[in-house]
């Protein structure tokens, strides 16, 4: 599959398609990243890929999506940061939600503040430390306010400067 990638062109591209849905997981995993090479995207196969039983597949899928993270429904992705689902499909969505940006980055990581995962817990409650309002994030946005509060992440100095900076009254 790499071979492929490396060598064909985006005409290839259906023959690794194809080998998305093959029993092997190693197999599959290559196809997407071949795909990935390619440059060849399709946001909806992809995502259904998100959800594959294997590792791999799904974060080859990610890294696929990454610069197409803003065409994945975020409500869709949200759901993905369940406890009971696959570590990984957790992962990625959090990886996902993360370059979303904005009020949906906030939204993710104050989900998962107090996660039983500690890797994905301390992953989610620094994006919250170190988020800060942007041009996509309307000034005064009541939703903000009661994301940092629920996050219980900073002191009262620290709450009261993020709320002004993103345009509440703290």
């Given at each position: 599959?790499?071979?492929?990638?490396?060598?064909?062109?985006?005409?290839?591209?259906?023959?690794?398609?194809?080998?998305?849905?093959?029993?092997?997981?190693?197999?599959?995993?290559?196809?997407?990243?071949?795909?990935?090479?390619?440059?060849?995207?399709?946001?909806?196969?992809?995502?259904?890929?998100?959800?594959?039983?294997?590792?791999?597949?799904?974060?080859?899928?990610?890294?696929?999506?990454?610069?197409?993270?803003?065409?994945?429904?975020?409500?869709?992705?949200?759901?993905?940061?369940?406890?009971?689902?696959?570590?990984?499909?957790?992962?990625?969505?959090?990886?996902?939600?993360?370059?979303?940006?904005?009020?949906?980055r906030l939204r993710a990581a104050v989900a998962?503040?107090?996660?039983?995962?500690?890797?994905?817990?301390?992953?989610?409650?620094?994006?919250?430390?170190?988020?800060?309002?942007?041009?996509?994030?309307?000034?005064?946005?009541?939703?903000?306010?009661?994301?940092?509060?629920?996050?219980?992440?900073?002191?009262?100095?620290?709450?009261?400067?993020?709320?002004?900076?993103?345009?509440?009254?703290?």
């Open positions: 599959m790499s071979g492929l990638a490396e060598c064909g062109d985006r005409s290839d591209a259906e023959v690794l398609w194809a080998l998305t849905s093959y029993p092997d997981p190693v197999v599959r995993a290559r196809a997407v990243g071949g795909l990935r090479a390619l440059d060849v995207l399709d946001v909806r196969r992809l995502r259904a890929l998100l959800d594959d039983p294997a590792p791999g597949v799904v974060r080859e899928a990610t890294l696929a999506l990454m610069p197409s993270a803003r065409m994945l429904d975020d409500g869709w992705l949200l759901e993905r940061l369940a406890v009971e689902r696959p570590r990984e499909t957790r992962v990625s969505a959090f990886r996902l939600l993360n370059a979303y940006g904005g009020l949906v998962l503040v107090d996660d039983p995962d500690d890797k994905l817990r301390r992953w989610a409650r620094q994006s919250v430390l170190r988020w800060h309002p942007t041009a996509e994030v309307p000034p005064g946005s009541a939703a903000v306010g009661e994301l940092l509060e629920r996050a219980r992440l900073f002191d009262e100095y620290g709450l009261k400067r993020l709320k002004w900076e993103a345009g509440l009254k703290a």
